[in-house]
């Protein structure tokens, strides 16, 4: 696998439109047909072909998808055309500077009877309009290394769930910027005025994603961090720590997610391309670190 995302949680729901990268966008609700497919006949993972990854991938499934039943299939093999196959791709980032550098890793979801048996998805283009979401491992920070992207892949299961689960529960349909807006608003009321937490920064994050005087003037509770004290603080899952997800790519995804559990606690999504977090989420955000 290469390097490269949600977070960026990038998930991503289409309907039948123009291609738009990004991490947590829901443009399927529960009426559509690829949808439906996915919650009857559930997901079929298919393998990198990396042992340590895969087994962390598949344990994942096991503790934390409950929208659907899963199964595992080997590298290369072709999974039940019934099902929603969900693998690893890659996606190079739009900005050339960023290619050399930033994670393009990306976990996607796509209905089976568009997979190919033998096809190389890892590493050929995906054609992103045939997909049902996706999500990037760049939005926890730029520069994931392969090594390191199994330390998100609960997160990131655990946010795809989460955002499957609230479009079947709220019964959300198929209407683009009103189905974001709604999934948005029934995740930041599910947990409102909640208070205390830490919020956890990466380093790379605080180079143009946050703007890292307005954190230290609002007195929240913050930890700024290098990679190696940011993996200890993921790995130990305290309940009080919140990661900081910030992925853009033609389209922004703001979140924070619960770093013990995986949920979202608070997401945006931004039909622009924001390259910085913007005063107003600055804001909405420092509520839940008084």
Known sequence: MQNHFFKRLLFCFFLTGGLNLSAQVFNVGY?????????????????????????????????????????????????????????VTHQKPIREHQQDRKNDGIITLMPAKFFDEGADYEHNQVDMNKTLGYMFFNGFHDIVHEDDEYRFLKMMIVSLNQGIQTIKDEEFTDVEELLNINVSKAVIAKYKGLVGGTLIIHRDQSKHSIDMEKVKASGIRYRLLANQEYHEVVAKEDPSHYVLYFGENKYTELSIIRIQTGELIYTKHFPQDYLTIGKKELKAIFAYFK
Do not use: C
């Not at 439906?36 to 962390?56: A, C, E, Q, W």
């Not at 598949?58 to 999974?79: M, Q």
């Open 31 to 87: 009426t559509n047909e690829s949808f439906k497919n996915l919650i009857t006949n559930g997901i079929t993972y298919i393998k990198t072909g990396h042992p340590f990854f895969d087994s962390v991938m598949v344990e994942t499934l096991e503790d934390h998808w409950k929208v659907s039943s899963f199964t595992v299939i080997e590298r290369y093999k072709e999974p039940d055309q019934k099902s929603t196959a969900l693998f």
